[in-house]
């Protein structure tokens, strides 16, 4: 915990995964809400097969996921999904021509059924 | 918002993802719940790794777990993975001599600390 | 239902999916919770594209979903990632040099729109 999960179609060709993921964990950290660096668990997914509605034109999104132990409140859900949009914002090199989202939603773990070791 | 994960595994030799999603994703602008057919963002990923259950017997599934933003009744959510199902069933041409199993499952996002931006 | 989703870093480059997906199907089986084997649909992600925290130093992780039809007590809950826990504690052969963490959560299955079929 936390866990991030991050999608972006491969029409976004210019998208760097890794300094996204990056870019993402240090905001994480930066946040002061967890206790050691080493626990947030990142991962990048090129999406091959998507699609955007149902019109024409070329669309393409990133989409991440955050998921924490639960427990924390909306005011600090909000403020961790306003900063990873931020950070994404700045990433930039969208292509043009191709009509971009970026969304970040953020779900709580079950903080009692939540198993972890580590070795 | 909505999002829509859809899985299939890679027995499934004939299933055509990219007509699976447009399809999907015209049942959701026709359920008239979504504001703009743009808002619907829809990838599909083929399943290398899989097992179902423990017997013998090749099995294969597609599941689909369409994520809306919270606040829609049970009946709506009911509704719209009842109709994607069927969307499923009509796709048709599941390979002779596999088990397949369809699924749909309705997730919230919270609404709360979603955050999206579109350029 | 139940569906299980598994990744797992690809430096961990002795981690056999198929093998760990049986013996988490196997385990469900023996929980007792579920009707039927065949239900239990169960799948592994390898990621390519992750990262561990902000600091040096190779890392990795193995990190299994499991969703269940909402409705079992959160006693039950924990016994089940606890046993999925321990299943992949005893896969072993983890690369040396590389800090691995495990983690298990679950999540439940919106019961009354979850839909399916089995043909």
Request: no cysteine; proline share 2%.
């Given at each position: 915990?936390?866990?991030?999960?991050?999608?972006?179609?491969?029409?976004?060709?210019?998208?760097?995964?890794?300094?996204?993921?990056?870019?993402?964990?240090?905001?994480?950290?930066?946040?002061?809400?967890?206790?050691?660096?080493?626990?947030?668990?990142?991962?990048?997914?090129?999406?091959?097969?998507?699609?955007?509605?149902?019109?024409?034109?070329?669309?393409?999104?990133?989409?991440?996921?955050?998921?924490?132990?639960?427990?924390?409140?909306?005011?600090?859900?909000?403020?961790?999904?306003?900063?990873?949009?931020?950070?994404l914002?700045?990433?930039?090199?969208?292509?043009?021509?191709?009509?971009?989202?970026?969304?970040?939603?953020?779900?709580?773990?079950?903080?009692?059924?939540?198993?972890k070791?580590?070795?």
């Amino acid at each position: 915990m936390p866990h991030v999960f991050l999608e972006y179609t491969a029409n976004l060709t210019d998208f760097d995964a890794d300094k996204a993921l990056l870019r993402i964990n240090h905001a994480l950290v930066a946040s002061g809400q967890f206790g050691a660096e080493f626990d947030i668990k990142s991962r990048a997914t090129k999406l091959e097969a998507f699609r955007v509605g149902t019109g024409a034109g070329e669309r393409g999104f990133v989409h991440v996921k955050l998921a924490l132990l639960s427990g924390r409140s909306a005011q600090i859900k909000t403020q961790l999904s306003e900063s990873l949009l931020a950070g994404l914002k700045d990433l930039g090199d969208w292509p043009a021509g191709v009509e971009v989202q970026l969304s970040v939603e953020v779900v709580d773990l079950d903080r009692e059924s939540y198993a972890k070791v580590t070795f």
